[in-house]
T-cell receptor, first 112, second 113 residues
Framework: QKEVEQNSGPLSVPEGAIASLNCTYSDRGSQSFFWYRQYSGKSPELIMFIYSNGDKEDGRFTAQLNKASQYVSLLIRDSQPSDSATYLCAVKRNNAGNMLTFGGGTRLMVKP | NAGVTQTPKFRILKIGQSMTLQCTQDMNHNYMYWYRQDPGMGLKLIYYSVGAGITDKGEVPNGYNVSRSTTEDFPLRLELAAPSQTSVYFC????????????FGSGTRLTVV
């Protein structure tokens, strides 16, 4: 089992819809969870982080964390073609210092 | 505030050649990392450093070496380049404060022919 798993996609949604991206992790002691967006040919950029169970909202983005079920998700409301990118989930595991473990990423395509 | 700066942005190497990928950060971050990303794949950790003078292997260290003589600089050395090292290389840094992720450099696209 991979430490951080994501469906590679592509996930295709129409413009204006809600895109739901999911991530599961294996280390139950993981502390913090991050979502990065990576446009083709560019470096990853941090969108959000979450460390408490529940929802965290920032503009059109909502991160959801369920530690009991060991999953974290990212919802993108009112999806735009400019949201088309690969979304990387990253987990800061317990006793791993400052290290992040990355999932393989989910490619999102938002169609006009 | 430049963040994380990587040079060069592109490079073509011949098999057996060597080169150094440069990485500099100006955020006074203790932690620095080198990742490679193959097409359509996730990030694989090559080496990391928790401070000046301290480095350690990541998931895929073979064929690479690093040094960390200062807080700012974390160069990655490729010895005897092989086609399997064709990839995009990202340097990243982070502070030791909780809930701060990595800041990535813009990447180096390396082709070994």
């Amino acid at each position: 089992q991979k430490e951080v798993e994501q469906n590679s996609g592509p996930l295709s949604v129409p413009e204006g819809a809600i895109a739901s991206l999911n991530c599961t992790y294996s280390d139950r002691g993981s502390q913090s969870f991050f979502w990065y967006r990576q446009y083709s040919g560019k470096s990853p950029e941090l969108i959000m982080f979450i460390y408490s169970n529940g929802d965290k909202e920032d503009g059109r983005f909502t991160a959801q964390l369920n530690k009991a079920s060991q999953y974290v998700s990212l919802l993108i409301r009112d999806s735009q073609p400019s949201d088309s990118a690969t979304y990387l989930c990253a987990v800061k595991r317990n006793n791993a210092g400052n290290m992040l473990t990355f999932g393989g990423g989910t490619r999102l395509m938002v169609k006009p | 505030n430049a963040g994380v700066t990587q040079t060069p942005k592109f490079r073509i190497l011949k098999i057996g050649q060597s080169m150094t990928l440069q990485c500099t950060q100006d955020m006074n971050h203790n932690y620095m990392y080198w990742y490679r990303q193959d097409p359509g794949m996730g990030l694989k950790l090559i080496y990391y450093s928790v401070g000046a003078g301290i480095t350690d292997k990541g998931e895929v260290p073979n064929g690479y070496n690093v040094s960390r003589s200062t807080t700012e600089d974390f160069p990655l050395r490729l010895e005897l380049a092989a086609p399997s090292q064709t990839s995009v290389y990202f340097c990243a840094s982070s502070s030791n404060r909780d809930n701060y992720g990595y800041t990535f450099g813009s990447g180096t696209r390396l082709t070994v022919v």
